[in-house]
């Protein structure tokens, strides 16, 4: 169950990793980025097509280049990630305190 959610957010992290590149250095492609982040060649381009389908990216004949949604992806990203990270504390269990001491 938690292995899951560990595995989802690794792939989330690299999938940002990709698009603040892509942010910083529109255009780039593949290569540039794989050698950038040490990511082999399938997994940018994987995290390429997520971002392509999610509208944040576009590509183009020099590489991947952000869109007019990215920016405002971006700005509420702080936001969701806390909201989230909010609902993660929220599930904690609380060791109970040992009574025999």
């Known amino acids: 169950m938690i292995t899951k959610l560990e595995k989802e957010a690794n792939m989330l992290n690299r999938h940002l990793e990709i698009l603040r590149l892509v942010i910083d250095s529109e255009p780039i492609g593949i ?28 590509p183009s004949s020099q590489g991947a280049v952000t869109t007019e949604q990215t920016n405002e992806f971006v700005e509420k990203l702080d936001t969701r990630l806390d909201e989230i990270e909010r609902k993660l504390t929220e599930m904690k269990i609380e060791k109970p305190v040992d009574s025999e001491n």
Request: cysteine-free; hydrophobic content about 30%; charged content about 30%.
């Open 31 to 58: 290569v540039t980025m794989s050698n950038k982040t040490g990511y082999p060649h399938h997994k940018v381009r994987y995290s390429l097509r997520i971002l392509e389908e999610e509208n944040l990216i576009d």
